[in-house]
């Protein structure tokens, strides 16, 4: 009995010739593999390119603040000959960067919690309730985002000065907070419209409150979202100028940039160029270090709409 097909294992037994797999076959077009190769390249290459432009005056600020004033100026681009730490402790004593840092932590602290407090409750309301009036309160904030600071500096001086809050550190935090608002409602209520919902009306089902699912359901869910914006408001509050400088002309308030700008006046009038390089690179390190410790959870933030 004859079949019209035989089976591979006698065919592979049988010595006749298999036909042999195409090594083209799979394989991109050659004109394609170049174009990829080129593109690779050249953004590799301008990757590289920005990444030295950033770091390179960063290592410099560095390097220099542990030179002494004659090398700064003889051999500015040479490493020091040794490290000179009399520098920091004279830029942080003698130049009340102490003093500086610690109003800056409060400030910016106390607009911090204030802000992802305040910005997450209203983004939840905005994104998981519909009522009248919604999206005009989401567009109003949305607004807030486009409007230029210059232009509310001189009517929030006079309303600041009737609260009594002018020249105040709590007068500095209320500013900041409402100056971030309208950013954090933007981002988080983005946020919270791709969380699942599933999850809140189990907890309604369950006799949740609505405040007892916010706070310990729906948003430990925003953490990413949290930590980003949390991240974008920490850059922009720290090395906040016009505010504080319009708001917060008394001496012992001043807040890190002013202080900055102060030490800048001072050390140059002084020559004390080693001293200023110390304290740029105090008011760079925190920014540098709260990036570096949660650049993975702002990323994970900013894809986290994207992915579900």
């Not at 991109?28 to 050249?42: C, I, M, Q, S």
């Not at 599933?198 to 369950?206: C, L, N, Q």
């Not at 001043?254 to 304290?279: C, E, H, I, M, P």
């Amino acid at each position: 009995m004859k079949t019209t097909e035989t089976p591979a294992s006698l065919r592979a037994g049988s010595g006749a010739p298999l036909p042999e797999a195409d090594p083209a076959a799979g394989k991109p077009p050659a004109g394609k593999k170049r174009e990829g190769g080129v593109l690779n390249a050249f953004s590799h290459g301008m990757l590289i390119l920005w990444a030295f432009m950033v770091v390179m005056p960063l290592l410099w600020a560095v390097m220099t603040s542990f030179k002494d004033d004659r090398a700064i100026f003889s051999s500015p681009w040479s490493l020091p000959d040794h490290l000179h730490f009399d520098n920091w402790a004279r830029a942080w004593t003698d130049a009340h960067m102490s003093d500086y840092f610690l109003n800056t932590i409060l400030v910016v602290g106390g607009s911090l919690v204030g802000t992802l407090v305040l910005g997450s409750m209203a983004a939840y309301v905005l994104a998981r309730f519909d009522f009248p009036g919604n999206r005009f309160i989401y567009y109003l904030f949305i607004g807030g985002m486009s409007f230029p600071i210059m232009l509310a500096l001189v009517p929030l001086f006079y309303v600041v000065n009737n609260m009594g809050l002018l020249n105040t550190l709590p007068g500095l935090i209320l500013v900041y907070i409402a100056y971030s608002l309208p950013f954090t409602v933007f981002f988080l209520t983005a946020f919270f419209r791709t969380l699942p919902s599933s999850v809140a009306e189990a907890a309604f089902v369950d006799g949740a409150s609505h405040t007892r699912t916010f706070f310990q359901i729906m948003l430990p869910m925003a953490k990413p979202g949290l930590i980003s914006v949390g991240i974008f408001n920490f850059l922009g509050q720290w090395n906040q100028y016009m505010l504080p400088t319009v708001l917060n002309t008394d001496p012992d308030k001043r807040v890190l940039t002013q202080g900055l700008v102060q030490l800048a006046v001072s050390q140059g009038y002084k020559g004390d160029w080693s001293g200023l390089f110390a304290g740029l690179v105090m008011a760079m390190l925190p920014v540098l270090a709260a990036y570096i410790l949660f650049q993975r959870q702002v990323v994970q933030g900013l894809t986290a709409g994207a992915l579900k």
